[in-house]
């Protein structure tokens, strides 16, 4: 279970033809969205050291955000209501919690994943 960690990317092939971005499309953001309530483990799991997007796909896709520009491809959102951040990393480190204590992985494992996802938020979500 340790070698799992942070490995996983996401990836919708049957949307690559749409003409939303992944954030915009109700089914993706019902299937995070469900997921996190369910308790899947995302921060565990999901690889989000540079470049990956799954972090942010997660982020985008559980928030309520708008689209404010886009530059070189890249979609520069904000976060509408700012109190869902702290929902969503409730939820996220609740979720990473249990599945630590429900799998005896070392605490130090869970400290690692929380520093790199702190890291991240400061890299990805300047002045939240």
Do not use: A
């Amino acid at each position: 279970m340790i070698k799992k960690r942070n490995t996983i990317e996401i990836y919708f092939p049957e949307y690559q033809l749409d003409y939303q971005e992944m954030y915009e499309i109700s089914e993706i953001r019902n299937r995070f969205t469900t997921s996190m309530i369910k308790g899947i483990p995302w921060f565990y799991f999901l690889n989000f050291e540079e470049p990956s997007i799954s972090l942010k796909l997660l982020f985008s896709c559980t928030c309520d955000v708008q689209l404010l520009n886009v530059e070189d491809e890249k979609h520069l959102l904000e976060i509408r209501q700012k109190e869902q951040i702290s929902y969503w990393l409730t939820m996220n480190f609740h979720n990473l919690n249990s599945f630590i204590d429900s799998n005896d992985i070392p605490e130090e494992i869970n400290k690692e994943i929380s520093e790199s996802i702190f890291d991240w938020l400061k890299k990805n979500l300047i002045g939240f």
